[in-house]
């Protein structure tokens, strides 16, 4: 087969985010755009020749084109085999679960996540590594080194593959197999949960669930589990049909924007249990009935009650949250004298802590929990540890984490996102902020007084390497947290981040609404801040 070397000039804007490469679709479409990318990873891997690298995304607009054109790179590339999920899908839990039972040397998945699709919204290119887990900073930083002095690329010619066949294809000297994308994921997911006892307390209990699959990859991953694997009735599955621009919607499961969900599950006689997944199927929300349960109390439950789940029963070496994440997970590994690292934002540096075997679970406020059976945050494992637990508890949702905050205290939280800001003001924002710092440390706001004002910094506990300027914490001295940080995962302008914490041990105190306790932290938020001033916006684009 022909094996072109095509002329190319760098773009000067390919450097990785918080989770890969997002653009614009039509940016994507750019002349070679998206083959330079892929180049550059090529060119950025220790000896790819000849090894095995996996291939799907989460099936948004320009995924099948971009499949077809990576294949044929790969090829030209001396890849030796590419396992590619049927028409080109694999949510990106299944795509982590791939790489490590194959022992492949990584994959590309080809996702913006939660952002919207269709040809006016956004796609994305991610690498993981053969651990299963987004590429480390010192490999994204490898490839965009790469991106930026790339002259040409290689490309085989020859037809497309046909995608939605399974079996075993041969492209140039490449071998491609199409596989199932749900199998070798849901084996995994049965080894971990009990899915009898699950099965059973449907049908014993008349327990009642709904899930959310937002247009996006989990359709058929729900359809296959909760379906066809547990009886769950087909009308529990909303948005059930992936589809490239996933209904027009924004797949990110919240409050805000898991509408059906919600008006469900706050409706007349809601079911027991709802949850939505995101775009590419690695977030979660989970609700009972008139009941939201925020991902770091979904990580404290969860890590609080893991002995009762198959998965789990020998215990938990240690837990880890992300900085901006409420501390309530802090509170149970405390509890069970097991560690809680506390990272910058990204999956990725939970990589080092699951390899090194120092942590079982993990999550993230922005939705994410995950454990140490893959190296992605996982939607349907966290809804499917949750349907376990309240199969052997035979509780409420709301009983579950309510009895939680009975014993460990309540954490209201809450985030507030400023979207589309111009990139100046948002970093003149964030320097102004930092200016600041030295001088908050011992300040008095009414009852609030500040013992840490810092730009957080984490040392990797394995590898050593510092990650400096991941947000910055303002620490209160009842246990309060105001934290800035600008999102990197956006495609349009800069999102400022802020997150607001305030704990409770009274009791009396836990069923208040968070928004009502956090408003005085809230306003000093914006006051530190001067987010008004600065950004011109009174009020941020959105609350979670
Ligand atoms: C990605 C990362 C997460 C991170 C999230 C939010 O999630 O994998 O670890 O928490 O972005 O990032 P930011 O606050 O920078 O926008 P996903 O689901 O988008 O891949």
Not at 127 to 135: H, K
Not at 312 to 333: F, W
Not at 392 to 406: E, P
């Amino acid at each position: 087969m022909l094996i072109k070397k095509i002329s190319t000039t760098p773009y000067l804007d390919q450097r990785p985010g918080t989770s890969g490469l997002r653009k614009k679709v039509k940016h994507f479409q750019q002349l070679n755009y998206l083959a330079n990318f892929i180049q550059s990873i090529f060119d950025a891997l220790d000896s790819p020749a000849v090894k095995t690298l996996v291939l799907g995304g989460d099936g948004r607009y320009y995924n099948q084109e971009a499949i077809q054109i990576i294949l044929k790179i790969a090829a030209a590339n001396q890849i030796g085999k590419i396992i590619v999920g049927r028409d080109g899908l694999f949510s990106t839990p299944a795509i982590s679960c791939v790489i490590r039972k194959h022992q492949a040397l990584g994959g590309i998945i080809l996702s913006a996540s939660h952002n919207p699709a269709g040809i006016d919204g956004d796609f994305g290119v991610k690498y993981n590594t053969s651990n299963g887990g987004p590429a480390p900073e010192f490999l994204t930083e490898a490839i965009y080194q790469k991106s930026q002095q790339i002259n040409r690329y290689f490309i085989c010619q020859g037809e497309d593959l046909p995608l939605d066949q399974l079996g075993t294809y041969i492209l140039g000297e490449m071998t491609v197999e199409i596989i199932d994308p749900i199998a070798d994921y849901l084996a995994l997911m049965e080894a971990l949960f009990d899915f009898d006892q699950i099965k059973d307390h449907f049908k014993q209990q008349k327990f009642q669930m709904c899930f959310d699959a937002m247009h996006a990859i989990t359709g058929p991953y729900a359809q296959a589990i909760f379906q066809h694997r547990l009886g769950v009735q087909p009308s529990a599955l909303f948005n059930h049909i992936p589809l490239p621009d996933f209904g027009g919607g924004h797949p990110d499961p919240n409050l805000v924007y898991a509408k059906t969900l919600v008006e469900k599950m706050y409706g007349e006689a809601p079911p027991d249990f709802g949850a939505a997944s995101d775009g590419d199927g690695d977030r979660n929300m989970i609700l009972g009935q008139h009941f939201f349960v925020t991902p770091a109390d979904s990580l404290a439950v969860l890590a609080a009650n893991a002995h009762l789940v198959p998965g789990y029963q020998g215990g938990l070496v240690g837990i880890a949250r992300s900085m901006p994440t409420s501390q309530a997970p802090d509170q149970v590994a405390e509890k069970l004298g097991i560690p809680c690292y506390e990272t910058p934002t990204g999956w990725k540096f939970f990589g080092n802590l699951l390899d090194a075997g120092k942590i079982t679970l993990c999550g993230e406020e922005s939705f994410g929990t995950g454990a140490n059976h893959i190296r992605e945050k996982d939607g349907l494992w966290a809804v499917l540890f949750w349907l376990n637990l309240l199969a052997v508890k035979k509780q409420s949702v709301a009983a579950m984490v309510k009895n939680h905050w009975a014993e460990y205290g309540r954490h209201f939280y809450s985030r507030y996102d400023y979207d589309d800001l111009p990139l100046e003001t948002a970093q003149t924002l964030m320097e102004d902020l930092n200016k600041q710092l030295s001088t908050l440390v011992g300040k008095q706001f009414g009852s609030y007084k500040i013992y840490i004002a810092d730009d957080f910094s984490y040392q990797d506990p394995v590898d050593h390497t510092i990650t400096a300027h991941q947000g910055i914490r303002l620490c209160f001295e009842d246990g309060s947290r105001i934290i800035y940080r600008l999102s990197g995962t956006g495609t349009q302008g800069a999102t400022l981040r802020v997150y607001l914490e305030s704990f409770a041990q009274d009791i009396n105190q836990h069923n208040q609404n968070s928004q009502q306790v956090l408003s005085t932290l809230a306003t000093l938020a914006q006051n530190i801040a001067q987010t008004q001033e600065k950004t011109g916006r009174s009020q941020p684009s959105i609350i979670t």
